[in-house]
């Protein structure tokens, strides 16, 4: 089964950056949306960007949107959170999801059959 880990959290200042990193075990052909979720204590899963492999198509939510960007390397095994301009609200446990065979993205959690173990960003004051 693939598998995905995450990396990269940390605890900054507010206004500070954070790149995460999410890298899969495996390559695989099929068409693949890497996804990122994140979700603060008390509060539901909710998605963050999106990037679709065979066509380098990314979305990001509005709420994040200017902040943060989503990339992929060149191997297609690993998929990258830019995270700029944190604010405290940006605190959480940042997921990286997989949906395979797919010919689109979605941010629907249940969508999504593939998830790393989570990384922490904390963003003080």
């Known amino acids: 089964r693939l598998q995905v880990a995450e990396s990269g959290g940390d605890s900054v200042p507010a206004g500070g950056s954070l790149r995460l990193s999410c890298a899969a075990s495996e390559y695989t052909s099929l068409g693949t949306c890497w996804a990122w979720f994140r979700q603060a204590p008390g509060k539901e899963r909710g998605g963050v960007a999106a990037?679709?492999?065979?066509?380098?198509?990314?979305w990001i939510v509005p709420s994040v949107m200017g902040r943060f960007s989503i990339s992929q390397d060149n191997s297609k095994v690993t998929t990258f959170l830019q995270l700029n301009s944190l604010k405290p609200e940006d605190t959480a446990m940042y997921y990286c999801?997989?949906?395979?065979?797919?010919?689109?993205?979605?941010?629907?959690?249940?969508?999504?059959?593939?998830w790393g173990k989570g990384t922490q960003v904390t963003v003080s004051t």
């Open positions: 999801a997989l949906h395979l065979g797919v010919s689109t993205c979605s941010l629907t959690v249940s969508d999504f059959t593939n």
């Open positions: 990037i679709y492999t065979r066509a380098g198509q990314a």
